[in-house]
Protein backbone atom coordinates (compact mmCIF):
# COMPACT_ATOMS: atom_id res chain seq x y z
CA UNK A 1 0.00 0.00 0.00
CA UNK A 2 1.16 3.14 -1.02
CA UNK A 3 2.57 5.94 1.89
CA UNK A 4 1.81 10.05 1.81
CA UNK A 5 3.86 13.02 2.80
CA UNK A 6 2.21 15.80 4.49
CA UNK A 7 4.29 19.28 5.44
CA UNK A 8 2.62 21.85 7.66
CA UNK A 9 4.70 25.06 7.24
CA UNK A 10 3.63 26.69 10.68
CA UNK A 11 4.36 29.67 12.98
CA UNK A 12 6.72 28.22 15.50
CA UNK A 13 7.88 25.46 12.93
CA UNK A 14 7.59 23.42 9.97
CA UNK A 15 6.39 19.74 10.45
CA UNK A 16 6.37 16.63 7.84
CA UNK A 17 5.42 13.00 8.66
CA UNK A 18 4.58 9.70 6.35
CA UNK A 19 1.34 8.46 6.19
CA UNK A 20 1.61 4.77 5.77
CA UNK A 21 -1.83 3.60 4.72
CA UNK A 22 -1.50 -0.21 5.32
CA UNK A 23 -0.70 0.40 8.95
CA UNK A 24 -3.10 3.72 9.45
CA UNK A 25 -0.19 5.41 10.87
CA UNK A 26 2.65 7.96 10.95
CA UNK A 27 6.15 5.99 9.94
CA UNK A 28 8.20 9.13 9.64
CA UNK A 29 8.57 12.28 10.86
CA UNK A 30 10.67 15.60 11.10
CA UNK A 31 9.86 18.98 12.81
CA UNK A 32 12.32 22.07 12.53
CA UNK A 33 11.69 25.51 14.39
CA UNK A 34 11.04 28.29 13.21
CA UNK A 35 10.72 32.22 14.82
CA UNK A 36 9.69 35.46 13.97
CA UNK A 37 11.91 38.12 13.05
CA UNK A 38 13.56 40.56 15.29
CA UNK A 39 11.37 43.70 14.16
CA UNK A 40 10.71 46.62 16.35
CA UNK A 41 7.47 47.85 15.15
CA UNK A 42 4.86 47.55 17.05
CA UNK A 43 2.15 44.42 15.99
CA UNK A 44 4.59 43.77 13.07
CA UNK A 45 4.96 39.62 13.09
CA UNK A 46 7.42 38.78 9.94
CA UNK A 47 9.23 35.55 9.06
CA UNK A 48 11.49 35.26 5.97
CA UNK A 49 9.80 32.76 3.34
CA UNK A 50 13.37 31.55 2.65
CA UNK A 51 13.57 30.58 6.03
CA UNK A 52 10.51 28.18 5.28
CA UNK A 53 11.88 26.35 2.55
CA UNK A 54 15.21 25.63 4.43
CA UNK A 55 12.98 24.19 6.98
CA UNK A 56 10.86 22.37 4.79
CA UNK A 57 13.63 20.49 3.19
CA UNK A 58 15.57 19.70 6.47
CA UNK A 59 11.63 18.28 7.98
CA UNK A 60 11.03 16.25 4.86
CA UNK A 61 14.81 14.73 4.92
CA UNK A 62 14.34 13.95 8.29
CA UNK A 63 11.03 12.36 8.22
CA UNK A 64 11.60 10.11 5.00
CA UNK A 65 14.65 8.58 6.66
CA UNK A 66 12.60 6.90 9.52
CA UNK A 67 12.71 3.03 8.89
CA UNK A 68 9.65 2.59 8.50
CA UNK A 69 9.38 4.89 5.14
CA UNK A 70 9.38 3.16 1.44
CA UNK A 71 10.41 5.88 -0.69
CA UNK A 72 9.64 3.90 -3.80
CA UNK A 73 6.06 3.80 -2.47
CA UNK A 74 5.63 7.33 -1.89
CA UNK A 75 2.07 8.48 -3.81
CA UNK A 76 1.48 11.98 -3.23
CA UNK A 77 2.64 14.57 -1.06
CA UNK A 78 0.09 17.84 0.20
CA UNK A 79 1.22 20.85 1.69
CA UNK A 80 -0.76 23.14 4.68
CA UNK A 81 0.28 26.47 5.66
CA UNK A 82 -0.68 29.47 8.04
CA UNK A 83 -3.05 31.31 6.78
CA UNK A 84 -3.52 34.96 5.50
CA UNK A 85 0.57 35.65 5.53
CA UNK A 86 1.15 37.76 2.04
CA UNK A 87 4.18 36.86 0.31
CA UNK A 88 5.45 39.22 -2.22
CA UNK A 89 7.52 38.21 -5.22
CA UNK A 90 9.06 40.01 -8.10
CA UNK A 91 9.20 39.40 -11.72
CA UNK A 92 11.71 36.35 -11.28
CA UNK A 93 9.65 35.41 -8.27
CA UNK A 94 11.90 36.44 -5.80
CA UNK A 95 11.14 37.58 -2.10
CA UNK A 96 10.91 41.04 -2.04
CA UNK A 97 10.84 41.60 1.94
CA UNK A 98 9.63 39.21 4.99
CA UNK A 99 5.98 37.89 4.38
CA UNK A 100 3.65 39.64 7.11
CA UNK A 101 2.24 36.68 9.27
CA UNK A 102 -1.35 36.24 10.22
CA UNK A 103 -0.85 37.64 13.50
CA UNK A 104 0.51 40.74 12.27
CA UNK A 105 -1.82 43.79 13.42
CA UNK A 106 0.16 46.94 12.13
CA UNK A 107 -1.79 46.68 9.58
CA UNK A 108 -4.79 47.66 11.41
CA UNK A 109 -5.37 51.25 9.90
CA UNK A 110 -5.44 49.46 6.11
CA UNK A 111 -7.88 46.62 7.39
CA UNK A 112 -10.40 49.31 8.84
CA UNK A 113 -10.23 51.41 5.79
CA UNK A 114 -11.07 48.58 3.38
CA UNK A 115 -14.01 47.32 5.81
CA UNK A 116 -15.02 51.03 5.46
CA UNK A 117 -15.02 50.80 1.49
CA UNK A 118 -16.13 47.46 1.83
CA UNK A 119 -19.32 47.76 3.32
CA UNK A 120 -17.95 44.41 5.35
CA UNK A 121 -15.79 43.47 7.80
CA UNK A 122 -12.46 42.78 7.08
CA UNK A 123 -10.15 41.48 10.18
CA UNK A 124 -6.10 43.22 10.55
CA UNK A 125 -4.95 39.73 9.99
CA UNK A 126 -6.34 38.87 6.64
CA UNK A 127 -3.76 39.58 3.40
CA UNK A 128 -5.88 42.22 2.03
CA UNK A 129 -4.67 44.58 4.37
CA UNK A 130 -1.42 43.56 4.09
CA UNK A 131 -1.37 44.63 0.61
CA UNK A 132 -2.45 47.88 1.07
CA UNK A 133 -0.01 48.47 4.08
CA UNK A 134 2.85 47.75 1.30
CA UNK A 135 1.65 50.29 -0.92
CA UNK A 136 1.18 53.01 1.53
CA UNK A 137 4.25 52.08 4.00
CA UNK A 138 6.83 50.49 1.52
CA UNK A 139 6.27 51.95 -2.11
CA UNK A 140 9.18 51.13 -3.62
CA UNK A 141 8.55 47.38 -2.65
CA UNK A 142 5.43 47.79 -3.83
CA UNK A 143 6.44 48.71 -7.01
CA UNK A 144 8.44 45.40 -7.87
CA UNK A 145 5.20 43.27 -6.45
CA UNK A 146 4.34 41.16 -9.76
CA UNK A 147 3.02 38.22 -7.85
CA UNK A 148 1.07 37.71 -4.55
CA UNK A 149 1.25 34.09 -2.41
CA UNK A 150 0.06 32.75 0.47
CA UNK A 151 2.58 30.86 2.77
CA UNK A 152 1.67 27.10 1.53
CA UNK A 153 1.06 28.57 -2.21
CA UNK A 154 5.22 29.51 -1.65
CA UNK A 155 5.99 26.24 -0.45
CA UNK A 156 4.17 24.50 -3.70
CA UNK A 157 6.11 27.06 -6.11
CA UNK A 158 9.32 25.52 -4.67
CA UNK A 159 7.95 22.23 -4.99
CA UNK A 160 6.69 22.20 -8.56
CA UNK A 161 6.75 25.38 -10.20
CA UNK A 162 3.58 26.49 -10.46
CA UNK A 163 1.96 29.78 -9.18
CA UNK A 164 -1.59 28.46 -7.89
CA UNK A 165 -3.86 28.78 -4.36
CA UNK A 166 -7.09 26.57 -4.02
CA UNK A 167 -10.46 28.44 -2.33
CA UNK A 168 -9.82 27.19 1.11
CA UNK A 169 -6.73 29.02 1.68
CA UNK A 170 -7.89 32.00 -0.44
CA UNK A 171 -11.02 32.30 1.53
CA UNK A 172 -8.83 33.86 4.35
CA UNK A 173 -7.27 36.54 2.41
CA UNK A 174 -10.28 39.34 2.32
CA UNK A 175 -9.70 39.40 -1.47
CA UNK A 176 -12.34 36.25 -2.58
CA UNK A 177 -15.61 35.90 -2.52
CA UNK A 178 -16.43 32.58 -0.57
CA UNK A 179 -19.81 31.60 -2.16
CA UNK A 180 -18.68 31.80 -5.39
CA UNK A 181 -15.05 30.98 -5.23
CA UNK A 182 -13.89 33.65 -6.79
CA UNK A 183 -11.79 36.59 -6.62
CA UNK A 184 -14.04 39.90 -5.82
CA UNK A 185 -13.64 42.96 -8.62
CA UNK A 186 -14.31 45.22 -5.99
CA UNK A 187 -12.03 44.46 -3.25
CA UNK A 188 -8.95 44.13 -5.50
CA UNK A 189 -9.69 47.78 -6.93
CA UNK A 190 -10.14 48.66 -3.24
CA UNK A 191 -6.06 48.08 -2.73
CA UNK A 192 -4.77 48.75 -6.48
CA UNK A 193 -6.22 48.44 -10.29
CA UNK A 194 -3.37 46.37 -10.84
CA UNK A 195 -3.72 43.55 -8.07
CA UNK A 196 -6.52 41.38 -9.86
CA UNK A 197 -3.31 40.70 -12.46
CA UNK A 198 -0.47 39.89 -9.45
CA UNK A 199 -2.94 37.13 -8.28
CA UNK A 200 -2.46 33.72 -9.25
CA UNK A 201 -5.14 31.24 -10.78
CA UNK A 202 -7.56 29.02 -8.28
CA UNK A 203 -7.13 25.42 -9.38
CA UNK A 204 -10.03 23.15 -7.89
CA UNK A 205 -9.71 21.03 -4.52
CA UNK A 206 -9.94 17.58 -6.22
CA UNK A 207 -7.35 17.72 -8.72
CA UNK A 208 -3.60 17.57 -8.13
CA UNK A 209 -1.64 20.67 -8.38
CA UNK A 210 1.26 19.61 -10.47
CA UNK A 211 4.47 17.07 -10.15
CA UNK A 212 7.35 17.71 -7.99
CA UNK A 213 10.41 19.14 -9.42
CA UNK A 214 13.08 16.80 -10.30
CA UNK A 215 15.57 18.48 -8.42
CA UNK A 216 13.61 18.14 -5.09
CA UNK A 217 12.86 14.65 -6.13
CA UNK A 218 16.67 14.17 -6.28
CA UNK A 219 17.75 15.93 -3.39
CA UNK A 220 15.50 13.91 -1.14
CA UNK A 221 16.09 10.45 -2.95
CA UNK A 222 12.48 9.87 -4.46
CA UNK A 223 11.48 8.99 -8.22
CA UNK A 224 10.49 10.96 -10.58
CA UNK A 225 7.00 12.20 -10.95
CA UNK A 226 5.57 12.47 -7.64
CA UNK A 227 2.47 14.46 -7.62
CA UNK A 228 1.59 17.57 -5.12
CA UNK A 229 -1.75 18.15 -3.80
CA UNK A 230 -3.21 21.70 -4.13
CA UNK A 231 -2.83 21.91 -0.33
CA UNK A 232 -4.75 24.55 1.57
CA UNK A 233 -4.79 26.71 4.68
CA UNK A 234 -3.51 24.79 8.35
CA UNK A 235 -6.91 25.14 9.07
CA UNK A 236 -8.42 23.20 6.22
CA UNK A 237 -5.53 20.67 6.66
CA UNK A 238 -6.70 20.13 10.11
CA UNK A 239 -9.98 19.92 9.63
CA UNK A 240 -9.14 16.52 7.29
CA UNK A 241 -6.24 15.62 9.63
CA UNK A 242 -9.03 15.53 12.62
CA UNK A 243 -11.73 14.20 10.52
CA UNK A 244 -13.66 17.15 10.25
CA UNK A 245 -15.20 16.15 6.71
CA UNK A 246 -18.75 16.18 7.80
CA UNK A 247 -21.24 18.05 9.69
CA UNK A 248 -21.73 17.91 13.15
CA UNK A 249 -17.70 17.44 13.81
CA UNK A 250 -15.96 20.77 15.32
CA UNK A 251 -12.29 21.08 15.33
CA UNK A 252 -11.34 22.75 18.27
CA UNK A 253 -7.28 23.35 18.11
CA UNK A 254 -5.75 24.88 21.03
CA UNK A 255 -2.04 26.73 19.85
CA UNK A 256 -0.77 29.77 19.65
CA UNK A 257 -4.20 30.93 18.43
CA UNK A 258 -7.27 29.61 19.39
CA UNK A 259 -9.55 28.09 16.80
CA UNK A 260 -13.04 27.11 16.44
CA UNK A 261 -13.89 25.56 12.73
CA UNK A 262 -16.03 22.69 11.41
CA UNK A 263 -17.23 21.29 7.42
CA UNK A 264 -20.91 23.26 6.30
CA UNK A 265 -22.17 21.84 3.49
CA UNK A 266 -23.72 25.29 2.90
CA UNK A 267 -21.78 29.19 3.30
CA UNK A 268 -22.25 30.52 6.61
CA UNK A 269 -22.13 34.08 6.66
CA UNK A 270 -21.35 36.56 9.44
CA UNK A 271 -22.20 40.13 9.04
CA UNK A 272 -20.18 40.93 11.73
CA UNK A 273 -17.51 39.63 10.07
CA UNK A 274 -16.44 37.46 13.73
CA UNK A 275 -16.75 34.06 11.77
CA UNK A 276 -15.10 33.30 8.80
CA UNK A 277 -17.13 32.13 5.90
CA UNK A 278 -13.97 30.35 4.70
CA UNK A 279 -14.23 27.74 2.06
CA UNK A 280 -13.15 24.04 3.06
CA UNK A 281 -10.11 21.98 1.36
CA UNK A 282 -12.73 19.44 0.28
CA UNK A 283 -15.51 21.25 -1.65
CA UNK A 284 -17.66 22.78 0.84
CA UNK A 285 -17.29 25.39 3.83
CA UNK A 286 -15.29 26.11 7.03
CA UNK A 287 -17.20 28.60 9.23
CA UNK A 288 -13.97 29.13 11.38
CA UNK A 289 -13.76 31.28 14.26
CA UNK A 290 -10.07 32.09 15.41
CA UNK A 291 -9.00 33.68 18.97
CA UNK A 292 -5.61 35.09 18.72
CA UNK A 293 -4.44 34.44 22.17
CA UNK A 294 -4.34 31.06 23.56
CA UNK A 295 -1.48 28.54 24.59
CA UNK A 296 0.74 32.17 24.40
CA UNK A 297 -1.17 33.08 27.32
CA UNK A 298 -0.61 29.43 29.63
CA UNK A 299 2.70 29.94 29.00
CA UNK A 300 3.31 33.69 30.03
CA UNK A 301 2.13 32.72 33.51
CA UNK A 302 4.41 29.26 33.10
CA UNK A 303 7.46 30.77 32.67
CA UNK A 304 6.56 33.92 34.49
CA UNK A 305 6.79 31.59 38.06
CA UNK A 306 9.58 29.53 36.54
CA UNK A 307 7.63 26.17 36.90
CA UNK A 308 7.11 23.31 34.39
CA UNK A 309 3.66 22.55 33.05
CA UNK A 310 3.30 19.54 34.95
CA UNK A 311 3.62 21.57 37.94
CA UNK A 312 1.64 24.68 37.18
CA UNK A 313 -1.54 22.31 36.57
CA UNK A 314 -0.82 20.42 40.01
CA UNK A 315 -1.16 23.86 41.48
CA UNK A 316 -4.10 25.09 39.64
CA UNK A 317 -6.23 21.68 39.74
CA UNK A 318 -6.60 22.81 43.31
CA UNK A 319 -8.44 26.00 42.24
CA UNK A 320 -12.23 25.60 41.92
CA UNK A 321 -13.75 26.30 38.36
CA UNK A 322 -14.11 30.13 37.83
CA UNK A 323 -11.32 31.09 40.11
CA UNK A 324 -13.29 32.04 43.26
CA UNK A 325 -14.04 35.31 40.98
CA UNK A 326 -10.31 35.90 39.55
CA UNK A 327 -10.70 36.80 35.50
CA UNK A 328 -8.08 36.96 33.10
CA UNK A 329 -8.64 38.31 29.53
CA UNK A 330 -6.38 36.75 27.49
CA UNK A 331 -5.80 39.49 24.77
CA UNK A 332 -1.79 39.86 25.53
CA UNK A 333 -1.46 40.25 21.44
CA UNK A 334 -4.61 42.46 20.70
CA UNK A 335 -7.84 40.02 19.07
CA UNK A 336 -9.75 39.73 16.15
CA UNK A 337 -12.72 37.72 17.51
CA UNK A 338 -14.21 40.43 18.96
CA UNK A 339 -11.66 42.70 16.51
CA UNK A 340 -10.28 44.50 19.12
CA UNK A 341 -6.18 45.14 17.51
CA UNK A 342 -5.63 47.63 20.41
CA UNK A 343 -6.68 45.34 23.44
CA UNK A 344 -4.20 44.18 26.22
CA UNK A 345 -4.20 41.39 28.94
CA UNK A 346 -6.30 42.08 32.11
CA UNK A 347 -6.47 40.44 35.35
CA UNK A 348 -9.92 41.32 37.23
CA UNK A 349 -11.18 40.43 40.49
CA UNK A 350 -7.78 40.17 42.30
CA UNK A 351 -7.95 39.23 45.89
CA UNK A 352 -5.56 38.61 49.08
CA UNK A 353 -3.61 35.33 47.52
CA UNK A 354 -4.74 35.77 43.84
CA UNK A 355 -1.11 36.26 43.14
CA UNK A 356 0.27 32.55 42.97
CA UNK A 357 0.87 30.26 40.64
CA UNK A 358 -1.78 27.67 40.66
CA UNK A 359 -4.59 30.65 40.38
CA UNK A 360 -3.07 32.07 37.81
CA UNK A 361 -2.52 29.25 35.82
CA UNK A 362 -6.03 28.16 35.83
CA UNK A 363 -7.56 32.05 35.36
CA UNK A 364 -5.06 31.76 32.00
CA UNK A 365 -6.81 28.41 31.02
CA UNK A 366 -10.23 29.85 31.44
CA UNK A 367 -9.64 33.09 29.90
CA UNK A 368 -8.27 31.65 26.62
CA UNK A 369 -11.49 29.42 26.98
CA UNK A 370 -13.97 31.97 27.96
CA UNK A 371 -13.03 33.48 24.40
CA UNK A 372 -13.63 30.34 22.21
CA UNK A 373 -16.72 29.68 23.85
CA UNK A 374 -17.82 33.19 23.16
CA UNK A 375 -17.07 32.11 19.64
CA UNK A 376 -18.70 29.28 19.75
CA UNK A 377 -22.06 30.79 20.72
CA UNK A 378 -21.78 33.04 18.05
CA UNK A 379 -21.69 30.16 15.76
CA UNK A 380 -24.16 28.50 17.00
CA UNK A 381 -26.34 31.61 16.14
CA UNK A 382 -25.24 31.34 12.43
CA UNK A 383 -26.62 27.80 12.50
CA UNK A 384 -23.20 25.65 12.65
CA UNK A 385 -23.79 22.51 15.17
CA UNK A 386 -21.58 20.25 16.88
CA UNK A 387 -22.12 16.34 18.01
CA UNK A 388 -18.53 16.41 19.69
CA UNK A 389 -15.40 18.28 19.79
CA UNK A 390 -12.37 17.15 18.23
CA UNK A 391 -9.39 18.51 19.99
CA UNK A 392 -6.18 18.95 18.73
CA UNK A 393 -2.92 21.45 19.12
CA UNK A 394 -0.63 21.49 22.19
CA UNK A 395 -3.37 22.80 24.34
CA UNK A 396 -4.92 18.93 24.05
CA UNK A 397 -2.45 17.19 25.63
CA UNK A 398 -3.44 18.85 28.75
CA UNK A 399 -5.80 16.72 31.38
CA UNK A 400 -6.87 20.31 32.75
CA UNK A 401 -7.47 21.62 29.76
CA UNK A 402 -9.43 19.27 28.33
CA UNK A 403 -11.06 19.09 31.49
CA UNK A 404 -12.02 22.69 31.68
CA UNK A 405 -12.82 22.69 27.98
CA UNK A 406 -15.46 20.00 28.33
CA UNK A 407 -17.59 21.89 31.40
CA UNK A 408 -17.55 25.24 29.80
CA UNK A 409 -18.97 23.87 26.15
CA UNK A 410 -21.03 20.93 27.47
CA UNK A 411 -19.73 19.04 24.94
CA UNK A 412 -17.62 15.63 24.82
CA UNK A 413 -14.28 15.98 23.56
CA UNK A 414 -12.29 13.38 21.50
CA UNK A 415 -8.86 13.47 20.50
CA UNK A 416 -7.33 11.86 17.02
CA UNK A 417 -4.15 10.11 18.15
CA UNK A 418 -2.33 12.26 15.81
CA UNK A 419 -1.66 15.33 16.80
CA UNK A 420 0.32 17.12 13.94
CA UNK A 421 -3.11 17.17 12.24
CA UNK A 422 -2.56 19.78 9.56
CA UNK A 423 0.80 17.52 8.21
CA UNK A 424 -1.52 14.78 8.34
CA UNK A 425 -4.27 16.96 6.49
CA UNK A 426 -1.95 17.24 3.90
CA UNK A 427 -1.24 13.32 3.41
CA UNK A 428 -4.88 12.54 3.55
CA UNK A 429 -5.73 15.02 0.66
CA UNK A 430 -3.08 13.53 -1.62
CA UNK A 431 -4.20 10.01 -0.62
CA UNK A 432 -8.13 11.16 -1.57
CA UNK A 433 -6.55 12.21 -5.02
CA UNK A 434 -4.65 9.10 -5.37
CA UNK A 435 -7.44 6.84 -4.81
CA UNK A 436 -9.39 8.45 -7.74
CA UNK A 437 -12.92 9.21 -6.03
CA UNK A 438 -14.76 11.21 -7.63
CA UNK A 439 -16.18 12.71 -3.88
CA UNK A 440 -12.67 13.53 -1.45
CA UNK A 441 -14.87 14.02 1.32
CA UNK A 442 -17.11 11.05 1.22
CA UNK A 443 -13.57 8.96 0.70
CA UNK A 444 -12.16 10.67 3.67
CA UNK A 445 -15.39 9.86 5.56
CA UNK A 446 -15.44 6.34 4.66
CA UNK A 447 -11.53 6.24 5.87
CA UNK A 448 -11.67 7.74 9.73
CA UNK A 449 -9.02 9.34 11.20
CA UNK A 450 -7.91 7.00 14.56
CA UNK A 451 -8.86 8.55 17.30
CA UNK A 452 -8.13 8.05 21.30
CA UNK A 453 -9.90 5.67 22.78
CA UNK A 454 -10.80 7.95 25.88
CA UNK A 455 -13.88 10.42 25.64
CA UNK A 456 -13.97 13.54 28.53
CA UNK A 457 -17.39 13.83 28.86
CA UNK A 458 -18.76 17.07 30.83
CA UNK A 459 -19.64 16.87 33.98
CA UNK A 460 -23.06 19.08 34.53
CA UNK A 461 -22.01 19.97 38.32
CA UNK A 462 -19.36 22.35 37.09
CA UNK A 463 -21.76 24.11 34.59
CA UNK A 464 -23.24 26.96 36.93
CA UNK A 465 -19.54 28.27 37.74
CA UNK A 466 -18.40 28.31 34.48
CA UNK A 467 -21.79 29.97 33.15
CA UNK A 468 -21.08 32.46 35.59
CA UNK A 469 -17.74 33.68 34.96
CA UNK A 470 -18.17 33.23 31.07
CA UNK A 471 -21.18 36.00 31.31
CA UNK A 472 -18.83 38.24 33.39
CA UNK A 473 -15.82 37.87 31.17
CA UNK A 474 -17.79 38.85 27.99
CA UNK A 475 -19.04 42.10 29.84
CA UNK A 476 -16.22 42.77 31.12
CA UNK A 477 -14.39 43.02 27.91
CA UNK A 478 -17.27 44.82 26.31
CA UNK A 479 -16.66 47.59 28.77
CA UNK A 480 -13.04 47.92 28.68
CA UNK A 481 -12.56 47.55 24.95
CA UNK A 482 -15.74 47.70 22.58
CA UNK A 483 -16.30 50.86 21.06
Same mark, same amino acid.
Given at each position: ??????????????????????????? %??? /???? /????????? &?????????????????????? &?????????? %???????????????? @???????????????????? &????????????????????????? @??????????? #???? @????????????????????????????????????????????????????? @??????????????????????????????????????? +??????????? =??? =?????????????????????????????????????TTVVEEVRAGFGLDHDAAAALAREVPPGCEGLLFLPYLGGERAPDWPHARGVLHGL???????????????????????? =?????????????????? =?? %??????????? +?????????????? /?? &??????????????????????????? #??????? #? /???PAAAPAYEEAAERFDALGRLLFAD
Amino acid at each position: MPQYLGIDVGTQGVKALVWDVDAGAVV %GRG /EVPL /ELLPVDREG &AAEQNPDDWLRAVDSAVVAALS &AEGVRRDALG %GIGVSGQQHGFVALDE @HERVIRPAKLWCDTETAPEA &AELSRALGRPLPAGYTASKILWLKR @HEPASFARLRH #VLLP @HDSVNLWLTGRRAMEAGDASGTGLMAPTTRSWDSTALRAIDAGLAAMLPELVP @HDSWLGVLRAERAAAWGLPDGIPVAPGSGDNMMSALGAG +AVREGVVVCSL =GTS =GTLFGRSDAPVEDAEGLVAPFCDALGGWLPLLCTMNCTTVVEEVRAGFGLDHDAAAALAREVPPGCEGLLFLPYLGGERAPDWPHARGVLHGLGTGDLRAGRLYRAAMEGATFALLA =GWRRMQTLGVRAEELRVV =GG %GSKSPLWRRIL +ADAFGLPLRFPTEP /ES &AALGGALQAWALDAGDDDPAAFLAAHP #VPLEDSV #V /EPDPAAAPAYEEAAERFDALGRLLFAD
